[in-house]
């Protein structure tokens, strides 16, 4: 790390694929701005990265947030699928290949 500059680390995440850019930014860059100079963006044509929520290291910031040496910002999409949803409809599909059993008189 160059002095007078801080380490960080931008982080996202797609259904098909993941990036992660190291980068060394100036002291006092806000997350959005860091976002931004890490140019991840550029991977992702189909998402506007900008409108999306950000963070560090799986806690939502605020765009005021100033980045320090180690954070590991995050771009956060919304979820495809409810997780909660996801998992009734595998109980459903377990439920459904298992075998009846007869009841007893």
């Known amino acids: 790390m160059s002095e007078g500059t801080v380490a960080i ?9 993941q990036e992660v850019i190291q980068l060394e930014v100036p002291p006092g860059t806000l ?11 550029s991977h992702f ?3 506007e990265l900008s409108a999306l929520s950000v963070g560090v290291w799986n806690e939502v910031k605020p765009q005021s ?8 910002v995050e771009v956060y999409r ?3 699928t409810n997780a909660k949803d996801a998992r009734r409809r595998r109980a459903e ?4 290949k298992e075998p009846q059993r ?4």
């Open 65 to 72: 947030y100033v980045v320090q040496s180690g954070d590991r």
């Open 102 to 105: 007869d009841k007893e008189p």
């Open 78 to 80: 919304s979820l495809i």
């Open 31 to 41: 997350i959005l701005d860091a976002v931004r100079l890490s140019g991840i963006e």
């Open 45 to 47: 044509s189909g998402y």
């Open 93 to 96: 599909a377990q439920a459904s």
């Open 9 to 17: 680390e931008v982080v996202f995440v797609a259904p098909e694929i």
